[in-house]
C-alpha cells in the first residue's frame, strides 16, 4: 500500500511539473505573438503619421497653361498671422495606438492571466496530492500499529522421529481478540547440542483460513541429521512471520528431540 502511495505521488508530481512546462510555454509563445501584434500595429501608426511622398509633394506648374488666362479666379489668400498658425494648419494629424488598440493588450493580458492560473492550479494540486498520499501513508502506519493483530496460541506439539525423518505436528490457534489470516505455514527450525542452526522446513496448516477463535492442527515432516538435539516451531504467512505465544504451559524454548529411535 506504502508503495502505491509512493507512486501515485510521484506520478502525480510529474503530471503537475509537466502542466507547468506547458503552461510556461504557452505563455511564452503568447507573449511571443503579442510583441508580434505590437510591432504589426506600431508599423502601422507609423506608416499612418508618415503620408507618402507623393502626397506631400507640391504639384509642379503646367507650362501650357503658364500666362494663360484661367476661366476662373481664385480667391485671395491670406498670409497666416504667424508661423505657429501655418504649422498647425499643415502638419499631418498624429495618430497614438493605444495599448488595448484591436483588443491585442486585452488578450495578451487575458492570455497571461489564463496560463498563470494554469500553472498556479497546477501547483496546487500536486500540494493537494503530496499531502494527501503523507497522511495515507501516515494514517496507515498509526492504524498498523495500534491495531497490531494479537498472537497467535500454540496449544500442543509433539514429535515423532523415524530413522533420518522428523515429524512435528500441534495445534495452533486464531484467539477470540485475533484478526482472521490466510494461508498461515508452520516453520520448524533444528539445532544441535551447541545451538547452532541445522536446517529448517515448512508446511501450511490444514485450515487454509483462520478467523477469531478458530484451531487448526498442522504436520511438518522433514529430514533431521543425528547432529540435531532440538527444534522449534514458528507460523508465518507470505508477508512475514506471525508472533505467537506458547499455551502448554512451558516456557516458549527449543524442544528437545530424541536421538534414538523409540
Known amino acids: 500500500m506504502e508503495t502505491l502511495l509512493i507512486a501515485v505521488t510521484v506520478a502525480s508530481l510529474g503530471a503537475a511539473l509537466a502542466m507547468g512546462v506547458v503552461a510556461w510555454r504557452a505563455s511564452k509563445e503568447e507573449r511571443h505573438r503579442a510583441a508580434a501584434r505590437v510591432a504589426a500595429l506600431s508599423a502601422a501608426a507609423r506608416e499612418v503619421n508618415d503620408p507618402p511622398a507623393a502626397l506631400r509633394a507640391a504639384p509642379a506648374a503646367d507650362p501650357a497653361v503658364t500666362g494663360a488666362t484661367r476661366p476662373w479666379k481664385p480667391a485671395p489668400l491670406s498670409p497666416p498671422e504667424s508661423l505657429d498658425e501655418f504649422r498647425s494648419e499643415s502638419a499631418v494629424p498624429e495618430v497614438t495606438v493605444h495599448p488595448g488598440f484591436l483588443g491585442a493588450g486585452t488578450a495578451a493580458r487575458e492570455d497571461t492571466g489564463r496560463q498563470r492560473s494554469l500553472a498556479a492550479a497546477a501547483a496546487v494540486i500536486a500540494v ?6 503523507i497522511a495515507r501513508v501516515g494514517g496507515g502506519a498509526e492504524t498498523a500499529a495500534g491495531t ?16 533420518a525423518m522428523l515429524s512435528v505436528a500441534g495445534l495452533v490457534r486464531n ?20 545451538g547452532t542452526f541445522v536446517a529448517s522446513a515448512r508446511a501450511p496448516v490444514d485450515f487454509v483460513k483462520l478467523t477469531a477463535g478458530d484451531e487448526s492442527p498442522f504436520v511438518v515432516k522433514m529430514q533431521a541429521p543425528q547432529a540435531v538435539a532440538r527444534y522449534r516451531v514458528s507460523f508465518r504467512t507470505d508477508d512475514g512471520t506471525l508472533p505467537h505465544v506458547d499455551r502448554r504451559g512451558e516456557p516458549p524454548t527449543a524442544t528437545p528431540v530424541a536421538l534414538a529411535q523409540p
Open 175 to 194: 484467539p477470540p481478540a485475533g484478526t482472521s489470516v490466510e494461508r498461515v505455514s508452520a516453520v520448524v527450525f533444528l539445532f544441535d547440542q551447541q
Open 128 to 133: 493537494v496530492v503530496g499531502a494527501f498520499a
Open 148 to 163: 497490531a493483530p494479537a498472537p497467535l496460541e500454540l496449544l500442543s506439539l509433539r514429535h515423532e522421529r523415524e530413522g
